[in-house]
């Protein structure tokens, strides 16, 4: 199937590249029977990196076989459409979108024609240049269906004019700048592909083997999907790395860029990525507790109990109570039935106290000195709440804590973050932030305080490979700002 149609926001005149990228999950599978299947569970492992929409598409008898749609994993795809995607070989995303823009059109994986065969395309990043790219491409003829920088992949792939789809793919990639993990699969291939800096974590796993075939392939954004469907981690794809693997197990690897300064995003430590996941060898729930325990040895306060922010602050929250000496209580409670379809309050009904996603335990906080920890502050929203919630549940005292420094600068690889405006550390001072959000105290982790605690191995700079731009301003690579890829804005929904 080709995609046809515009996003949104190329017809509401925010400009074709208003919406550069978005923080997705892609796995795939080859080699396995029940390929499809795998996804199925793989991608429901990932659903965390993204609720708007999901898609499988498997490779069977010379052609593809797939299904997209709006929502979360478990509601899209039925026993019947997963056996409906036959093969041993598939692959599958999830995407990430805040509000608006809920299309169908943007659901991955991908899927284009070409003169080589068909292509499926699954990718989490951005692509830094693909504004460039398509300008060239379209004054050289080519014909856009979306404005997804995907689709530029697939042009520069069908114009190559290599003797094999592998080399094709090889030379499309080397033009690309950016984030990106891509997974491509062919009529015959899969191929996985990482950009030269490794922005996105993206790791390869085994599966046993099973029946007439050999030992089974896959591949995630994080490793938690690994232990989803039962395979064991093998290892990274590395920077600059181009695999491409067969349905008869065969597997090669190629260099397709020089592997370039190393730029693992932080936030994926911080933030995004599921604790149960390991990034480089080093498990997220144990570096987020390291990053409280720093936390606490730089900004410790006096008080009575330390609490969290489920669900995403929870491990930092227990690092800085152990490291404190002070208990860590369950002093806000997170109802996990908010989902789309929920009807959201009036402000009237807001306003009387009607909530629904956080509740303070006034067992818990009430008379307390309350510290709370959470991971990032953004545009200060969550913050203020909780306060609020804290204080009205009794809390004599809240100390905010955050696992991470101010986030001033949007990002340009791969996560959807709001214009710099939108970002309160940009505009305000740490005191005006404590003001804002009625804070007793509030403390952000130093960027160095974080890069230790994470603790990826030293390699000769300061950074350890860590992409720091949005607490620094330093990218790794070019972030192509002055070129048009405006960050985006909307409204973000916390999870
Ligand atoms: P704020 O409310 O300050 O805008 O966002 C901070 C809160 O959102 C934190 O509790 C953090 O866990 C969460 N958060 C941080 N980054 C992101 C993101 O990129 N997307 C979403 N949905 N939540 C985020
Ligand atoms: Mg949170």
New binding site residues.
């Given amino acids: 199937m080709v995609v046809t149609g515009y996003y949104n926001e190329a017809r509401s005149g925010r400009g074709l590249y208003a919406h550069p990228g978005e923080?997705c999950g892609i796995f795939g599978a080859v080699g396995h029977e029940e390929a499809s299947f795998l996804n199925y569970y793989g991608l429901h492992a990932l659903q965390h990196r993204g609720q708007e929409s999901c898609g499988i598409c498997s490779s069977y008898g010379g052609r593809f076989h797939h299904r997209r749609g709006m929502g979360l994993v478990k509601e899209v795809f039925t026993q019947e459409d997963l056996l409906s995607l036959p093969g041993i070989a598939a692959i599958g995303h999830v995407r990430y979108s805040?509000s608006g823009e809920s299309h169908l059109v943007n659901a991955q994986p991908l899927i284009f024609r070409y003169r080589g065969g068909e292509l499926a395309i699954a990718t989490n990043g951005t692509l830094t240049n693909a504004p460039q790219l398509r300008a060239e491409l379209e004054a050289e003829g080519s014909i856009f269906q979306t404005t997804s920088d995907t689709e530029v992949l697939a042009h520069l792939v069908a114009r190559s004019r290599a003797e094999t789809l592998e080399e094709d793919v090889f030379a499309a990639l080397n033009r690309l700048d950016g984030a990106f993990a891509f997974l491509i699969l062919t009529n015959e291939k899969l191929i996985a592909a990482r950009d030269r800096h490794g922005f996105r974590p993206f790791s390869m796993g085994t599966m046993a083997p099973r029946g007439k075939l050999g030992v089974a392939t896959v591949f995630a954004s994080e490793t938690c999907a690994f232990d989803a469907v039962g395979a064991t981690f093998d290892r990274e794809v590395e920077p600059g790395e181009m695999l491409v693997l067969d349905d008869q197990g065969n597997r090669e690897s190629l260099q397709f860029a020089e592997p370039a300064r190393r730029g693992i995003c932080t936030?994926e430590y911080v933030?995004?990525a599921r604790p149960d996941s390991d990034i480089d060898g080093i498990n997220l729930h144990s570096a987020r507790k390291r990053l409280g325990r720093r936390l606490a040895r730089e900004a410790l306060v006096e008080a009575d109990v330390v609490t969290g922010?489920p669900d995403?602050?929870i491990s930092a929250a227990i690092g800085y109570a152990e490291e404190s000496r002070l208990p860590y209580e369950m002093g806000l409670i997170k109802n996990r039935y908010t989902g789309r379809t929920f009807i959201q309050p009036s402000q009237g009904l807001r306003e009387q106290g009607v909530k629904m996603k956080l509740s303070a335990v006034r067992g818990v906080v009430e008379g307390k000195r309350v510290v709370m920890v959470?991971?990032?502050?953004?545009?200060?929203?969550?913050?203020l709440r909780i306060v609020r919630l804290l204080r009205e549940a009794g809390a004599r005292e809240v100390h905010v804590r955050i696992s991470s420094p101010p986030f001033k600068n949007p990002c340009y690889f791969g996560?959807?973050?709001?214009s710099r405006e939108e970002l309160?550390a940009s505009r305000l001072s740490v005191e005006e932030m404590r003001q804002a959000i009625g804070a007793d105290s509030l403390h952000f982790l130093s960027a160095r305080g974080m890069v230790e605690a994470i603790g990826r191995p030293e390699c000769g700079s300061p950074d350890r490979g860590h992409c720091l731009g949005c607490f620094t301003n330093e990218y790794p690579a070019d972030t192509y700002e002055a070129a048009g890829g405006q960050p985006r804005g909307g409204e973000?929904?916390?999870?």
Avoid at 415 to 418: C, E, K, L, M, S
């Fill in positions: 923080e805040t936030m933030y995004f922010v995403s602050s959470d991971d990032s502050i953004v545009r200060g929203t969550t913050s996560i959807d973050t709001p309160i973000e929904e916390e999870r």
